[in-house]
């Protein structure tokens, strides 16, 4: 590790994208996440890489098809809208077992929405967002730091499973400004060997990518394979971080950008007295179900609090289960809570607990 850098969360995705190998980009602007798609054109001709701005984000999904069908790291970015307009694209990728890195710096919506923080795109991405059966690996970053070693991590996902990985950010990640630390340059000779791309036939068999096959039985098993990947990537991928579980009474479910505030909340919550605990998803697909209904066990209330309708909400109940009470708060359009007002919500909960 170097010495700590002052860089934004944008600009930050983007080279943790170089550093683990990644040297070909797809894109199309949109805000909030501009400054990672000006990064990369400037940033991967320094590297030997290769830039290009397509003309939508329906032209980028597919650039992003091909790219990986070569077997190299490849990675585009966009925000909300984007990334519905590429969800055809998406499910092809994952339709052909192919690694792909996508970056969704979230915004409100519905429709065109703001340019503000948002986590209403949690459903879109965890359950699907394209046709047929497929999901994403899809990673929640609350801090910058972390926002670099999940892209790192979300490329070797990406070839180890043969899958399109997703890290969710927001607006906010995506703005903010953070000292950190970069990990050293990843040679690409040290990459994973891809004996499946296509680099030309020449002393071998041609190999043959494709998500098609008009046989049902064929396709089956086509995605017979692809649930057996899920199940092992089920097994073996969860991550979450626990804060301040032992001995609290109320556990607060958040991911992101407010899993970060939820750390501030814990410290006001104790100084006056009250013993809050944080249950932070890292990996949103799969959800840590397991975890989180063990935690749930020890506990009066679990409140989920999201910059959403509550989209997180529903796998949160499906893991508590009947074990505990479980509330909802949420802000919508790209507001953002404040600690002392997500504190507040907690008073409550405590206060309506007492007098019941």
Known sequence: MSEKILVKGNEAFGEAAIRAGCRYYFGYPITPQNELIEYMSRRLPEVGGKFLQAESEVSVVNMLYG??????????????????????????????????????????????????????????????????????????????????????????????????????????????????????????????????????????????????????????????????????????????????????????VAYGTVGRIMKTVIELAEEKSMKVGLFRPITLWPFPYKQLEEISKKVSTVLTVELSGGQMLEDVKLAVKDNANTPFYGRMGGVIPTPEEILGQIEKLVKKRREV
Not at 179 to 196: G, I, N, Q, T, Y
Not at 200 to 224: H, Q, V
């Open 67 to 252: 790219a990986s069908c070569m077997g190299v790291r490849v990675m585009t970015s966009t925000s909300s809208p984007g990334f519905s307009l590429m969800q055809e694209g998406v499910s092809y990728i994952a339709g052909a077992e192919l690694p792909a890195v996508f970056i969704n710096v979230v915004r409100g919506g519905p429709g065109l929405g703001d340019i503000q923080p948002a986590q209403g795109d949690y459903l879109q991405a965890t359950k699907g967002g394209g046709h047929g059966d497929y999901r994403l690996i899809v990673l929640g970053p609350s801090t910058i730091q972390e926002a670099i070693k999940l892209v790192i991590l979300a490329f070797d996902l990406a070839d180890k499973y043969r899958t399109p990985v997703e890290i969710l950010a927001d607006g906010m990640i995506g703005q903010m400004m953070e000292p950190v630390e970069l990990p050293e340059m990843r040679p690409l000779d040290a990459l994973p060997k891809k004996p499946w791309a296509l680099t030309g036939a020449k002393g071998r068999k041609p190999n043959k990518i494709t998500s098609f096959d008009l046989d049902p039985y064929n396709l089956e098993k086509m995605n017979l394979r692809y649930q057996a990947t899920r199940e092992k990537i089920i097994t073996n991928e969860q991550r979450c971080e626990e804060v301040n579980i032992e001995g609290a009474d109320i556990l607060v």
